[in-house]
């Protein structure tokens, strides 16, 4: 005979005994509330959606940049209004 077969016996035998037994005042609520607040600490997805902002920021800025210094075509380009009145030594 295992340990659960003796646990399971001795609930059988003593089921009566379980069902007199009043519990304490409040119990309930108090067993609801912490159950609440345990559930909500699991689910909670605000980490979550706070990690993925984070995240989003970093790789727009990094794009942004990237863009900006090393895939513009016109990163070199000098306007045609510059060469033309000679304001290329004012730019530069």
Do not use: C, Q
Request: aromatic letters at 16%; zero cysteines; glycine letters at 2%.
């Amino acid at each position: 005979m295992n340990e659960e077969d003796f646990i399971e016996d001795f609930i059988r035998e003593n089921k009566d005994k379980f069902t007199v037994y009043d519990l304490p005042r409040n119990h309930k609520r108090r067993f609801l509330l912490r159950l609440n607040l345990r559930i909500r600490h699991y689910i909670s997805i605000v980490p979550y959606l706070a990690k993925v902002a984070i995240i989003t920021i970093i790789i727009f800025i990094a794009s942004a940049v990237i863009w900006n210094n090393y895939i513009r075509w016109d990163r070199d380009y000098v306007p045609l209004k510059y060469k033309i009145y000679g304001l290329i030594d004012k730019v530069l």
